[in-house]
């Protein structure tokens, strides 16, 4: 960082700190042995994990959103690859139309999706239910997987397809055998983030949840509403442990930086 300007490096270094700062005081106040969050921790403990980790009222919640977040990915991979393909191809007319429908809940607040969707599925009488909740989840998800394999698939040699097709190899066949082995990195990273927002969504969930679908957001966001003790701090940890350790193998496996220029 020699060469940039003074200036910019205390920008960028404040900027990380802003950043970073929020993360380091929950994680670190997890470990603490009072009875409130407090920074820095009034000694060292690991009975807030234990809590947790004991009570249903997180760990329930906790297994719903893994759950919740691994089907979304699921059938967002099931939907997301195929429309991709279709529309690098142009084989489906008005491509660029459907194209922007499908990524345009990117733009959009989630809670007027959240709102849409929950008088949606009352007028279809499954509006407290997981499969709403599930379809919720899914709308949100779609983009990000479809965006990823979408800058995937553009960057993609075509000459490979046609050489495959040339050699006898018919649609399916090439698709299967030639183009999702080339897109995987795009299919996994866009997995990995599907997964990444599902499991952090707040407000589709607190709308669309019941009593028997609640997830850890909505948990968390429940809890505090009369207690105000390490426990958030502990279970927001174990949530932040996930995801930097999805990261950690989206940027092991194919590397982020490498990720985020393919899908743009």
């Given at each position: 960082?020699?060469?940039?300007?003074?200036?910019?490096?205390?920008?960028?270094?404040?900027?990380?700190?802003?950043?970073?700062?929020?993360?380091?005081?929950?994680?670190?106040?997890?470990?603490?042995?009072?009875?409130?969050?407090?920074?820095?921790?009034?000694?060292?403990?690991?009975?807030?994990?234990?809590?947790?980790?004991?009570?249903?009222?997180?760990?329930?919640?906790?297994?719903?959103?893994?759950?919740?977040?691994?089907?979304?990915?699921?059938?967002?991979?099931?939907?997301?690859?195929?429309?991709?393909?279709?529309?690098?191809?142009?084989?489906?007319?008005?491509?660029?139309?459907?194209?922007?429908?499908?990524?345009?809940?990117?733009?959009l607040p989630t809670i007027i999706l959240a709102v849409g969707l929950l008088f949606f599925t009352a007028r279809l009488g499954i509006g407290d239910s997981f499969v709403s909740l599930l379809?919720?989840?899914?709308?949100?998800?779609?983009?990000?997987?479809?965006?990823?394999?979408?800058?995937?698939?553009?960057?993609?040699?075509?000459?490979?397809?046609?050489?495959?097709?040339?050699?006898?190899?018919?649609?399916?066949?090439?698709?299967?055998?030639?183009?999702?082995?080339?897109?995987?990195?795009?299919?996994?990273?866009?997995?990995?983030?599907?997964?990444?927002?599902?499991?952090?969504?707040?407000?589709?969930?607190?709308?669309?949840?019941?009593?028997?679908?609640?997830?850890?957001?909505?948990?968390?966001?429940?809890?505090?509403?009369?207690?105000?003790?390490?426990?958030?701090?502990?279970?927001s940890t174990i949530q932040i442990a996930i995801v930097v350790v999805a990261l950690l193998i989206l940027e092991r496996a194919f590397g982020i930086r490498n990720v985020m220029l393919t899908?743009?």
């Amino acid at each position: 960082m020699s060469g940039l300007p003074r200036s910019l490096v205390v920008y960028t270094v404040v900027m990380a700190l802003f950043l970073i700062a929020p993360v380091v005081v929950v994680v670190v106040a997890a470990f603490t042995a009072g009875d409130f969050i407090m920074f820095p921790p009034s000694g060292f403990s690991l009975r807030w994990f234990d809590k947790v980790l004991g009570d249903p009222e997180f760990i329930t919640p906790l297994w719903n959103s893994v759950r919740l977040g691994v089907m979304a990915t699921l059938i967002s991979s099931l939907l997301a690859i195929p429309a991709a393909l279709s529309l690098i191809r142009g084989i489906l007319p008005g491509r660029r139309w459907i194209e922007a429908f499908l990524l345009s809940p990117l733009s959009l607040p989630t809670i007027i999706l959240a709102v849409g969707l929950l008088f949606f599925t009352a007028r279809l009488g499954i509006g407290d239910s997981f499969v709403s909740l599930l379809a919720g989840h899914v709308i949100i998800t779609v983009p990000y997987m479809l965006r990823t394999v979408l800058g995937v698939y553009a960057g993609m040699n075509r000459e490979i397809e046609d050489a495959a097709r040339v050699l006898g190899a018919d649609r399916w066949r090439t698709a299967w055998y030639v183009t999702l082995p080339i897109i995987r990195p795009g299919v996994m990273a866009g997995a990995i983030f599907a997964f990444l927002m599902s499991f952090d969504e707040v407000a589709v969930a607190l709308l669309l949840t019941t009593a028997d679908t609640t997830t850890l957001p909505v948990s968390i966001l429940s809890y505090l509403v009369y207690n105000y003790d390490p426990a958030v701090a502990a279970i927001s940890t174990i949530q932040i442990a996930i995801v930097v350790v999805a990261l950690l193998i989206l940027e092991r496996a194919f590397g982020i930086r490498n990720v985020m220029l393919t899908s743009h």
